[in-house]
């Protein structure tokens, strides 16, 4: 069993940042693929970005290229995701998951646990 726990959402203004962590436990962190996920209202979960165990490969959903950036910290059991030059677009719930698996997926289904979401809200 993994439990996975977000911070750091908030409300910001369209062009600011905001750095979202996840905290995970269990003691082979460094073995899972992590990622981040995003549902606004009305809409399916979709995927934003992933990471390797080891940070050796990364994938970013094309709408957040350029503009966030995922990274993990194996010490600390701790995800993040830096977001820059936010839009009133990407307000949505975030979430972050584990797939025990191999190999970064951009589908849902393929993650294993889940957080319970932290709320970002960008205004225009």
């Known amino acids: 069993q993994v439990q996975l726990v977000e911070s750091g959402g908030g409300l910001v203004q369209a062009g600011g940042s905001l750095r979202l962590s996840c905290a995970a436990s269990?003691?082979?962190?460094?073995?899972?693929?992590m990622a981040w996920f995003r549902q606004a209202p009305g809409k399916e979960r979709d995927f934003v970005a992933g990471?390797?165990?080891?940070?050796?490969?990364?994938d970013y959903a094309d709408s957040e290229k350029g503009r966030f950036t995922i990274s993990r910290d194996n010490a600390k059991n701790t995800v993040y995701l830096q977001m820059n030059r936010l839009k009133p677009e990407d307000t949505a719930v975030y979430y972050c998951?584990?797939?025990?698996?191999?190999?970064?997926?951009?589908?849902?289904?393929?993650?294993?646990?889940w957080g319970q979401g932290t709320q970002v809200t960008v205004s225009s």
């Open positions: 998951a584990v797939r025990l698996g191999y190999g970064i997926r951009s589908a849902e289904v393929a993650y294993d646990y």
């Open positions: 269990g003691r082979t962190f460094s073995s899972y693929v």
């Open positions: 990471i390797t165990g080891g940070g050796e490969s990364i």
